[in-house]
């Protein structure tokens, strides 16, 4: 699976940018920001079936998605000028988006729709369908007062939401018409009594029934539920914010808790497999060379080069009736991107059962095996710059082990800032940054040729004196309790002392 987003990062003055600093849930509120802003425009499935011995067969969708605008309330989102140029320069179809993208909607919107529908109190949101149908109830009302009863009219070039919209409008105002879909984007309308009426209204031939607009209104949502029975391994590249999204568009807006987020999404995903994690893990044991993205690696991994000696990989084919990304590659469209995750997912699970064991393996491995080799990366999600590698949606997560903590001491320049800091570093290498005091900053890096470079080069800077983090020395805390300590123990002995003096008689 594979998203494609109106944008990545927020830059609200209250949304800051990634840190090392970030615990796992730190990051995650940082992120609910930026998915509660943007929208997901496109999503790729791609579906490998097992079909014989070493072939898989792959069928991979691509769907422009739209957010639900049927009774709801009128949805915002933001668009990232940097997304969308990026997405452009791709080829990306906007107007697609836009004008033929699948409604979708959450648990809570689908709540608020169907009791809407249900009291009779709904309101079309879009100012295009409303204008649409303005003009159809002007056409029906000029029709009826003369039309005879079981006479019809048709009302045409309509969206799948304007026929929904349009029968429950005209059976709200009048009580003598009714509508039937008739496809091909027509609606039939038809005068008839009262009576007649009543009795097609309680007619389970009735297409304008709540559980059917319902249906049509969660659109792409019923994909999903599809997706979460099936209980099959779902698979992405650098997936965090990809499940974000899917919890909060077509599940349930995030929840505050970071722990209650990771519940949800593992018990609609109970295996999770991020291909980035995984390839990670190859760069160490196979010499794999490091890659800056999904496209990068699927061709390093199809590299004879990097064939075992043994077994050959799976061979993976796409269906014939899915067979465009066979003939042109489509980097950055999410179908073609979610065929990547899988056929990347496969050869490295080939690799490294051929690589991490002395015993023999069967000439033609099976998806188990592959995912008992891959047993130590199921439901860890990378994390990108932060306190931990990878996101554990089943278990806790483990500490990054970072290179120590730097403490710079401001001398002679006060009222320097932390954007100051990171600008004085930056040419040299690259530091994230924290306030400790008025006068300290804290520096912490992923890489300890950076902290050595640091200490050397700044030895004899003449405003900035810098030294490894201690923490019984530096923490504010531990100041703090050291000066308390200190006034109680003086107070203390003034006391002991004043108290044992001899007294005047």
């Given at each position: 699976?594979?998203?494609?987003?109106?944008?990545?990062?927020?830059?609200?003055?209250?949304?800051?940018?990634?840190?090392?600093?970030?615990?796992?849930?730190?990051?995650?509120?940082?992120?609910?920001?930026?998915?509660?802003?943007?929208?997901?425009?496109?999503?790729?499935?791609?579906?490998?079936?097992?079909?014989?011995?070493?072939?898989?067969?792959?069928?991979?969708?691509?769907?422009?998605?739209?957010?639900?605008?049927?009774?709801?309330?009128?949805?915002?989102?933001?668009?990232?000028?940097?997304?969308?140029?990026?997405?452009?320069?791709?080829?990306?179809?906007?107007?697609?988006?836009?004008?033929?993208?699948?409604?979708?909607?959450?648990?809570?919107?689908?709540?608020?729709?169907?009791?809407?529908?249900?009291?009779?109190?709904?309101?079309?949101?879009?100012?295009?369908?409303?204008?649409?149908?303005?003009?159809?109830?002007?056409?029906?009302?000029?029709?009826?007062?003369?039309?005879?009863?079981?006479?019809?009219?048709?009302?045409?070039?309509?969206?799948?939401?304007?026929?929904?919209?349009?029968?429950?409008?005209?059976?709200?105002?009048?009580?003598?018409?009714?509508?039937?879909?008739?496809?091909?984007?027509?609606?039939?309308?038809?005068?008839?009594?009262?009576?007649?009426?009543?009795?097609?209204?309680?007619?389970?031939?009735?297409?304008?029934?709540?559980?059917?607009?319902?249906?049509?209104?969660?659109?792409?949502?019923?994909?999903?539920?599809?997706?979460?029975?099936?209980?099959?391994?779902?698979?992405?590249?650098?997936?965090?914010?990809?499940?974000?999204?899917l919890h909060e568009k077509f599940y349930k807006p995030l929840p505050e808790s970071y722990e209650e987020f990771k519940r949800n999404?593992?018990?609609?995903?109970?295996?999770?497999?991020?291909?980035?994690?995984?390839?990670?893990?190859?760069?160490?044991?196979?010499?794999?060379?490091?890659?800056?993205?999904?496209?990068?690696?699927?061709?390093?991994?199809?590299?004879?080069?990097?064939?075992?000696?043994?077994?050959?990989?799976?061979?993976?084919?796409?269906?014939?009736?899915?067979?465009?990304?066979?003939?042109?590659?489509?980097?950055?469209?999410?179908?073609?991107?979610?065929?990547?995750?899988?056929?990347?997912?496969?050869?490295?699970?080939?690799?490294?059962?051929?690589?991490?064991?002395?015993?023999?393996?069967?000439?033609?491995?099976?998806?188990?095996?592959?995912?008992?080799v891959l047993a130590e990366h199921l439901n860890k999600v990378n994390f990108i710059r932060g306190g931990v590698s990878s996101i554990?949606?089943?278990?806790?997560?483990?500490?990054?082990?970072?290179?120590?903590?730097?403490?710079?001491?401001?001398?002679?320049?006060?009222?320097?800032?932390?954007?100051?800091?990171?600008?004085?570093?930056?040419?040299?290498?690259?530091?994230?940054?924290?306030?400790?005091?008025?006068?300290?900053?804290?520096?912490?890096?992923?890489?300890?040729?950076?902290?050595?470079?640091?200490?050397?080069?700044?030895?004899?800077?003449?405003?900035?004196?810098?030294?490894?983090?201690?923490?019984?020395?530096?923490?504010?805390?531990?100041?703090?309790?050291?000066?308390?300590?200190?006034?109680?123990?003086?107070?203390?002995?003034?006391?002991?002392?004043?108290?044992?003096?001899?007294?005047?008689?």
């Open positions: 699976l594979d998203t494609e987003l109106t944008g990545l990062h927020s830059t609200s003055p209250q949304n800051n940018k990634p840190s090392l600093f970030d615990s796992p849930a730190e990051r995650y509120l940082k992120t609910r920001q930026s998915v509660q802003r943007f929208t997901v425009t496109q999503l790729g499935l791609a579906i490998f079936s097992n079909e014989n011995s070493r072939k898989y067969v792959v069928h991979s969708y691509n769907f422009f998605l739209f957010p639900s605008t049927l009774g709801v309330r009128d949805v915002e989102f933001a668009l990232s000028a940097s997304s969308i140029q990026f997405l452009s320069h791709y080829g990306f179809d906007y107007n697609k988006f836009l004008k033929d993208g699948i409604p979708y909607m959450n648990e809570v919107q689908e709540e608020i729709l169907s009791q809407k529908l249900f009291e009779g109190s709904w309101k079309v949101s879009s100012i295009l369908d409303r204008d649409v149908l303005k003009k159809a109830i002007d056409e029906v009302t000029c029709w009826i007062a003369a039309a005879e009863e079981e006479e019809t009219m048709i009302l045409q070039d309509l969206s799948d939401y304007q026929m929904f919209e349009i029968q429950l409008v005209l059976r709200q105002a009048l009580q003598n018409v009714w509508t039937q879909p008739l496809g091909d984007k027509k609606v039939m309308v038809k005068k008839v009594s009262p009576q007649h009426r009543q009795r097609l209204e309680n007619s389970r031939y009735d297409y304008c029934q709540k559980e059917l607009i319902l249906l049509s209104a969660r659109g792409f949502t019923n994909l999903f539920h599809t997706i979460v029975k099936a209980k099959k391994p779902l698979v992405g590249h650098n997936m965090l914010m990809d499940l974000m999204h999404i593992h018990n609609l995903f109970p295996v999770i497999i991020d291909t980035k994690t995984v390839t990670k893990s190859i760069w160490k044991m196979c010499l794999f060379p490091r890659v800056s993205n999904l496209l990068e690696a699927y061709k390093v991994l199809c590299s004879s080069n990097l064939n075992p000696k043994g077994p050959a990989s799976p061979v993976i084919a796409l269906a014939s009736d899915c067979s465009r990304y066979a003939e042109k590659k489509s980097p950055h469209e999410a179908g073609y991107d979610a065929f990547l995750c899988g056929s990347v997912l496969l050869k490295s699970a080939h690799l490294l059962l051929f690589r991490s064991t002395d015993d023999a393996v069967d000439a033609v491995p099976s998806f188990s095996q592959y995912l008992t554990n949606f089943s278990g806790e997560d483990t500490p990054c082990h970072y290179p120590p903590l730097l403490v710079v001491h401001i001398r002679g320049c006060p009222g320097m800032n932390e954007k100051q800091i990171y600008q004085e570093f930056k040419a040299l290498c690259r530091f994230d940054v924290r306030r400790l005091s008025k006068n300290q900053f804290i520096l912490l890096s992923n890489k300890f040729k950076h902290v050595r470079l640091v200490l050397q080069d700044y030895k004899h800077h003449p405003h900035l004196q810098i030294s490894i983090y201690r923490h019984w020395r530096h923490s504010p805390c531990v100041n703090c309790l050291l000066q308390v300590s200190g006034i109680v123990a003086l107070w203390s002995l003034l006391a002991f002392v004043l108290g044992g003096a001899p007294r005047c008689s």
